[in-house]
């Protein structure tokens, strides 16, 4: 009923930058919560950052001050700006977020995205 989409990962070089998309379709009365995660082979999922409906936002330390995060709430979709990337931002990113679904049962969904692999490399 509900699926989010990334788009816009792809190869790019150190100190480079690259937007992701994270676009939400389906049944869809409204969408709480947002975040990014990312995850390196062989390592656990870690959350990037994450924005709330009203637009407030958090963000790890490790990527404070290179990395924002936005949403278009008519679109239903989020974004994630990155700048000075290192090969450490290399992973997987996915995207989640928590979606009231339009339908009789107005149930609570938390889904998430397929994944968009990010490599940062020369």
């Known amino acids: 009923q509900v699926q989010l989409v990334e788009s816009g990962g792809g190869l790019v070089q150190p100190g480079g930058s690259l937007r992701l998309s994270c676009t939400a379709s389906g049944t869809i009365f409204s969408i709480n919560a947002m975040a990014w995660y990312r995850q390196a082979p062989g390592k656990e999922r870690d959350l990037v950052a994450y924005?709330?409906?009203?637009?407030?936002?958090n963000y790890a330390d490790s990527v404070k001050c290179r990395l924002t995060i936005s949403r278009d709430n008519a679109k239903n979709t989020m974004y994630l700006q990155m700048y000075s990337l290192k090969p450490e931002d290399t992973p997987v990113y996915y995207c989640?977020?928590?979606?009231?679904?339009?339908?009789?049962?107005?149930?609570?969904?938390?889904?998430w995205g397929q994944g968009t692999l990010v490599t940062v490399s020369s």
């Open positions: 924005i709330r409906s009203s637009g407030s936002t």
């Open positions: 989640t977020a928590r979606v009231v679904v339009a339908d009789a049962s107005s149930r609570s969904l938390e889904v």
